[in-house]
């Protein structure tokens, strides 16, 4: 399919070809998930909504629930403001959600919509009822990319909820970043067996992974209460995963409620994991069980036993900043060597950031922010590497060179596994490890002649 793909590389500026990137407002859709009984609000045309709708479903393989302001020409011209009203009117009536997350999209950030006014009006009207809540997030698809838009997303929640009684708890609040609903589930062990006591938000486990009982909920049991977004303002310490996603939410919430942040990069592979489990113990005043030692140990083992497989083998890999970041982090642990490395989301800091990460395996590594895959494509086709990781839309470029491909990131539409089974934590890297080497092994024995093809790897 990209067989036709040229190893000449020309300078693009203003255009982009199989963007490794896609728009706000899926992110933060994404984020309003994690909100208990949250209906996401996209105040734009239905296209948009239908988009970021089947987007998420075919990620998540789970229906994804949101509602559109539904613009026609009218409202493109004359502005959103009656079509939020009645759409507002219409929710409350029909969906009964506790919160209603409004995100705008490019249309209604250019027509320049004031939605906190619409709410403000709304509510005077009567059209809100009593005890329930409308928050919003601006996330104009033109700038940042759907990480952003789920960053503005939880951003909001702090600013419209949170509260401080002046009473300092005992509770720490863990900003996951955007990850998997089962690597929030992972956190959330992690964070119990080290004894700390915390509020996650958001927390789509148990919304996008819900268990099947014969009943179809609208709003499943899981997702951070309206409650404990409001108690937010009153822990100890805020500890913010994932720099791009969960920065702006901790640095406004330590300016409204003077809780202290620390931001920590996702949990990925062994030095990220023991910083996220060493933050744990700091914050809860305990030590770290047996329990986690041994799940660390079991790590090693498995790194000391498959690096034979490992050592050298470069890589190419694009996706998203955070789990870039981690991920390519990991990558060296395990004596890897990442050779060309592009994100579609704008940041020249990052690219900084990950040339120093690459530097003892590799200081001609290629970085790429604000790039794309055919980018990437190109320079794989001059300079061959043994391995692509990757969201979906890698799997055309993987075919085309024939390299083994690992899924990682957003958004996976061909596979199953990346809702269920965590890439973050201990264990998380030993699923990732399995995938690399599975990557490598299953080509090795495809390809083999009879003579050569071995039992035992
Ligand atoms: S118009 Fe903007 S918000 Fe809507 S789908 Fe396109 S990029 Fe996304």
Redesign the pocket.
Known sequence: MLEGTTAEIRERKALRVNPAKT???IGAMYAALGINKCMPHSH??Q??CA??RSHLTRHYKEPIVATTSSFTEGASVFGGLANLKTALSNIFTIYQPDIVAVHT???SEVIGDDIPTIIKKSKVEGIIPEGKIVIHANTP?FVGSHVTGFANQCEAFVKYLAESSEETKNVMNLFPGWVEPADMRELKRLASLVGVEFIMAPDTSDVLDSAMDGKYEMYPDGGTTVADLKAMGDSFLTLALGPLASTPAATTLEKKCNVPHKVLELPIGVSATDAYIDALRLAGDTSVPKELERERGRLIDMISDMSQYLHKKKVAIFGDPDHITSMVSFLVEIGMEPAIIVTGTPGKKWEAKIKEICKPVNEDVVVHAFSDIHFLHQWVKANPVDLLMGNTYGKFVAKSENLPFVRFGFPILDRVGHRAFPTLGYTGAMRLIEKITDAFFDKRDREDADQDIELVL
Do not use: E, I, N, V
Request: charged share 0%; with cysteine; aromatic share 8%.
């Open positions: 728009c706000q407002p734009g045309s296209g948009c988009y970021h999209t490019c249309l698809s």
